[in-house]
């Protein structure tokens, strides 16, 4: 149960965060690509990219991008560094294995008619962080995930019943840090 909670208090903080701002970042400085359920996926923008840290108790990574029909967004956590960066190594999200520790989190969520649906749940997902420069403030990385549909929120559009995130990118994407008291 306190596993459930934590991952739905972290999907509730990634959509907040991830909409919680009309800035997004500029494209062109970062890339962000993938292949779902076999189609190439390339986002028309990028919403959010963003280190968020938490002062005793540790920080989480917060991406999101999105086309005109799915956004994607991914967060991972980890100890709290002294510089403003995230370490360089795998995070990845395990559903129902006690004895692994999930340290990051997937969702895609439909864009239909100015609402949002995220009709899937997290199943397994893996996220890479490959380079990353404080200075600069950049980073870049590989990720894959695997979400299964938890039911339908609308019926304008079927969904599938497994979405399934391959050759996941990001490349130089900015990102700011903030940090909270």
């Known amino acids: ?30 890339s962000i690509s993938a292949t779902i359920n076999g189609k190439e996926w390339k986002p028309a923008k990028i919403i959010n990219v ?27 956590e980890s100890e709290l560094t002294a510089d ?3 370490p360089i190594k795998a995070y990845n999200f395990y559903e129902d294995q006690d004895d692994k520790v999930s340290n990051a989190l997937f969702l895609n969520t439909y864009l239909i008619d100015g609402n949002t649906y995220t009709e899937h749940f997290p199943e397994s997902g893996k996220i890479t962080v490959t380079a990353i420069d404080a200075k600069k403030k950049i980073i870049s990385g590989t990720f ?3 979400n299964v549909k938890g039911g339908a929120l609308q019926t304008k559009v ?6 399934e995130v391959t050759n996941g990118v990001f490349t130089n994407l900015p990102y700011k840090v903030i940090s909270t008291p």
């Open 144 to 146: 894959s995930f695997k």
């Open 84 to 86: 403003d960066s995230m």
């Open 50 to 76: 963003s280190l968020i840290k938490v002062p005793g108790q540790g920080q989480r990574f917060d991406i999101s991008a999105q086309d005109n029909s799915q956004m994607l967004s991914m967060a991972f």
């Open 158 to 163: 079927v969904t599938p019943e497994v979405v």
């Open 1 to 30: 149960m306190k596993k459930l909670l934590s991952i739905a208090l972290l999907s509730l903080s990634v959509l907040f965060v991830s909409c919680s701002s009309d800035e997004s970042s500029d494209s062109s400085n970062g």
